[in-house]
């Protein structure tokens, strides 16, 4: 039950990234706002406090678009099997993931980092209280 919990969030996580332009393209988010999946309360809270500048917005939904196609077929491949992703696959999502948030992060200005750093820890922090109480 915890490796299945561990993977749903990795793949959150992954889908999360891949709204993260599209999150920026509207109004602001708040929690807790309705017809809000996990996935994208995650990318949309990378990205909490931080106003993109239209260049900026382009550029995140490129990154995103990048990376879109790898991380479906990692997921079709997933669910081909039936049950949650062998370690081979988790480890190729966190990857992805890492990669992304990276190029990400390396569009923002220094100050737009910082809370980027901010949000990413927090966001961590809340996946590694999940998995701890789910022993």
Known sequence: MKVIRIATLAAALCVGM???AGAQGTEPQGQGQGGMGRGERMG???LKDITLTDAQKAQAKTIRE????QQMELRKAAQAV????????RTKMRDLQAKQTAELRAI????QQAVFDKNLATMKERMDARKNGSS
């Open 18 to 20: 891949t709204t993260i």
């Open 66 to 69: 990048k990376y879109l196609p």
């Open 82 to 89: 039936g049950g949650p992703p062998d370690e081979a696959t």
């Open 108 to 111: 923002l200005t220094a100050d």
């Open 44 to 46: 949309g809270m990378l």
